[in-house]
T-cell receptor
Framework: GAVVSQHPSWVICKSGTSVKIECRSL??????MFWYRQFPKQSLMLMAT?????????EQGVEKDKFLINHASLTLSTLTVTSAHPEDSSFYIC?????????????FGPGTRLTVT | RKEVEQDPGPFNVPEGATVAFNCTYS??????FFWYRQDCRKEPKLLMS???SGNEDGRFTAQLNRASQYISLLIRDSKLSDSATYLC??????????????FGKGTHLIIQP
C-alpha cells in the first residue's frame, strides 16, 4: 500500500526555537497533504491543508505565522513550528492524498512527537 | 454536542471474548464512516469502512444506523493484539475540516490474557 513518511519521528527542543517536520509520500504523488495535531487522550484535530504549489489553508484558531507550511513538490510538505513553546508539545501527524481520491484514500504518516522544554 | 462521540473506556476484556463499541455523530448530512485503529504513539490506520448494509471483515463487523446516527464495531474472539484505541471517523461534506473528516476521541480497548 501507499506509504507516507515523516521526519523526525521524535524531537525535543527548547522553548523559543523552531522545528521543521517533513512529510513525504513515497510511492505516489500527493497533491494534497493534511497536517493534524493530537494531544494526549484527545482526537486528531486538523490544523491545515497543504496543496502543492499554493498557499496552505488553515483551520480556525491555527496561527499561520506560527505554523508555516510549505508544499513545494508533489511528494513533500513541511510544517515548521516557529518559536515553539511548551504548549506546542503534541503529536503531529500528516496525511497525504493523491489527486482525485476520496478522503478514505488518505494515508497517514507515522507522526512526529514534539516536546518543547 | 460534540460532533463525534465515543465512550473513551478503557474496555478491559478477556482474550477470546466479544466486545462492541459505539459511536454517535451529530451531522445528519455525513456521508461516509470509518473505524480506524490507533496504537499508542502511532498514527491511525484504517480498519474498515462502515456501510448501512453492515460489513464484516474477519472477526470485525461494523454497522451504521443512519436514522439514529449511530455506528458500531463488533470484535469477535478478541486477541491480545486487538488492544488499541479505536477511532470513529465521519466524513461530512461541508463539515469537519477541509478534509471533511471528523475524528472521535477514540475508545481504548485492553485485551487481557
Amino acid at each position: 500500500g501507499a506509504v507516507v513518511s515523516q521526519h523526525p519521528s521524535w524531537v525535543i527542543c527548547k522553548s523559543g526555537t523552531s522545528v521543521k517536520i517533513e512529510c513525504r509520500s513515497l510511492d505516489f504523488q500527493a497533491t494534497t497533504m493534511f497536517w493534524y495535531r493530537q494531544f494526549p487522550k484527545q482526537s486528531l484535530m486538523l490544523m491545515a491543508t497543504s496543496n502543492e504549489g499554493s498557499k496552505a489553508t488553515y483551520e480556525q484558531g491555527v496561527e499561520k505565522d506560527k505554523f508555516l507550511i510549505n508544499h513545494a513538490s508533489l511528494t513533500l510538505s513541511t510544517l515548521t513550528v516557529t518559536s515553539a513553546h511548551p504548549e506546542d508539545s503534541s503529536f503531529y501527524i500528516c496525511s497525504a492524498r493523491a489527486r482525485g481520491r476520496a478522503s478514505s484514500s488518505s494515508y497517514f504518516g507515522p507522526g512526529t512527537r514534539l516536546t518543547v522544554t | 454536542r460534540k460532533e463525534v462521540e465515543q465512550d473513551p473506556g478503557p474496555f478491559n476484556v478477556p482474550e477470546g471474548a466479544t466486545v462492541a463499541f459505539n459511536c454517535t455523530y451529530s451531522n445528519s448530512a455525513s456521508q461516509s464512516f470509518f473505524w480506524y485503529r490507533q496504537d499508542c504513539r502511532k498514527e491511525p490506520k484504517l480498519l474498515m469502512s462502515v456501510y448501512s448494509s453492515g460489513n464484516e471483515d474477519g472477526r470485525f463487523t461494523a454497522q451504521l444506523n443512519r436514522a439514529s446516527q449511530y455506528i458500531s464495531l463488533l470484535i469477535r474472539d478478541s486477541k491480545l493484539s486487538d488492544s488499541a484505541t479505536y477511532l470513529c471517523v465521519v466524513n461530512s461534506m461541508g463539515g469537519g475540516g477541509a478534509d471533511g473528516l471528523t475524528f472521535g476521541k477514540g475508545t481504548h480497548l485492553i485485551i487481557q490474557p
